[in-house]
Nanobody, 121 residues
């Protein structure tokens, strides 16, 4: 069993900042990649940022320069620092982990339940 639990969402004014955290727990052999996706009402889920176990990060164009993803391999955690937030950043943010479980060569994607981020004055 693997669980991803997000925290840190909330209501913030335009121009403000939030920091999201995600903790992966359970029977895990190796996490290859972790990332953040978001889904706004009426829209499809989209990539926000990902990071490999080696620390290589990838960002959506819409958040480049404003958001920073980081990870802690020892704790199986990933963070998303969000600065200069805009109303269009409003969405449910989901944590994702691509990992292998003990005894398996398959990489499987796991998702958290999501945390709401609302940017509004």
């Amino acid at each position: 069993q693997v669980q991803l639990v997000e925290s840190g969402g909330g209501l913030v004014q335009p121009g403000g900042s939030l920091r999201l955290s995600c903790a992966a727990s359970g029977t895990i052999f190796r996490i290859n990649d972790m990332g953040w996706y978001r889904q706004a009402p009426g829209k499809e889920r989209e990539l926000v940022a990902t990071i490999t176990s080696g620390g290589s990060a990838n960002y959506a164009d819409s958040v480049q320069g404003r958001f920073t993803i980081s990870g802690d391999n020892a704790k199986n955690m990933v963070y998303l620092q969000m600065n200069s937030l805009k109303p269009e950043d409003t969405a449910v943010y989901y944590c994702n982990a691509a990992l292998r479980r003990p005894g398996s060569v398959r990489q499987v994607n796991y998702w958290g339940q999501g945390t709401q981020v609302t940017v509004s004055s």
